[in-house]
């Protein structure tokens, strides 16, 4: 699976931006999706997961009510929609998949990374 983030940039604080990440590959469907972040100096952490139908998502609880995470497996593509923006949300977004059961809450537990989007928040 090759992954292909997109839509980071630039936004004031408060604003919103929805992120996407193209999949390759026929077997997209059966994959977990997530997305994790990291911050200059700071470690990769987790942000928000879907299961490989969409039924179940998760959220890191800094992000909780402000991010939304989705997926269309008709068109390989997973989304982050990112509102009320924060400073501390300031980081490059990482796309992730993860091909085995349990859930993608860790970074060990990722079996292809896309490469980053950046994302940063001004004050």
């Known amino acids: 699976v090759q992954l292909q983030a997109s839509g980071g940039g630039l936004v004031q604080a408060g604003g919103s931006l929805r992120l996407s990440c193209a999949a390759s590959?026929?077997?997209?469907?059966?994959?977990?999706m997530g997305w994790f972040r990291q911050a200059p100096g700071k470690e990769r952490e987790f942000v928000a997961a879907?299961?490989?139908?969409?039924?179940?998502?998760y959220y890191a609880d800094s992000v909780k009510g402000r991010f939304t995470i989705s997926r269309d497996n008709a068109k390989n593509t997973v989304y982050l929609q990112m509102n009320s923006l924060k400073p501390e949300d300031t980081a490059v977004y990482y796309c992730?998949?993860?091909?085995?059961?349990?859930?993608?809450?860790?970074?060990?537990?990722?079996?292809?990374w896309g490469q980053g989007t950046e994302v940063t928040v001004s004050s």
């Open positions: 992730a998949a993860r091909g085995g059961p349990g859930r993608l809450s860790t970074v060990v537990g990722v079996d292809y």
């Open positions: 590959g026929r077997t997209f469907s059966s994959y977990s």
């Open positions: 879907t299961s490989w139908s969409g039924g179940s998502s």
